[in-house]
């Protein structure tokens, strides 16, 4: 089971970090990611990171401005959002899955509930 949280409204230009906690003991198993879907559009990869945490990858539109991080201790995967824009605006989820780019192309194994970010101009 995976529970996202941190998310909120923020100004343009603002941070949030979002977290998504495990329960479980196979956490390390799974790469992890990020999703967001905001309203009327369909739901878009944000970032995904390996079992051990050593491989990170981004969309394109937010490269440079999120951070993706694990602690497998904590069963928790983090997003730390920076120079947030309007357009980050969307219902963020974490996913667990078996690779990064099985993720990528739609193959998740559990998906978290969402957590609202909202960014104002």
């Known amino acids: 089971q995976l529970q996202a949280y941190g998310g909120g409204l923020v100004q343009t230009g603002g941070s949030l970090r979002l977290s998504c906690a495990a329960s479980?003991?196979?956490?390390?198993?799974?790469?992890m990611g990020w999703f967001r879907q905001a309203p009327g559009k369909e739901r878009e990869f944000v970032s995904g990171?390996?079992?051990?945490?050593?491989?990170?990858e981004y969309a394109d539109s937010i490269k440079g401005r999120f951070t993706i991080s694990r602690d497998n201790d904590k069963n928790t995967v983090y997003l730390q959002m920076i120079s947030l824009k309007p357009e980050d605006t969307a219902v963020y989820y974490c996913?667990?899955?078996?690779?990064?780019?099985?993720?990528?192309?739609?193959?998740?194994?559990?998906w978290g509930k969402g957590t609202q970010v909202t960014v104002s101009s």
């Open positions: 990171i390996s079992r051990l945490g050593r491989i990170t």
């Open positions: 479980g003991r196979t956490f390390s198993s799974y790469s």
């Open positions: 996913a667990a899955g078996m690779n990064i780019a099985t993720m990528r192309n739609g193959g998740i194994e559990y």
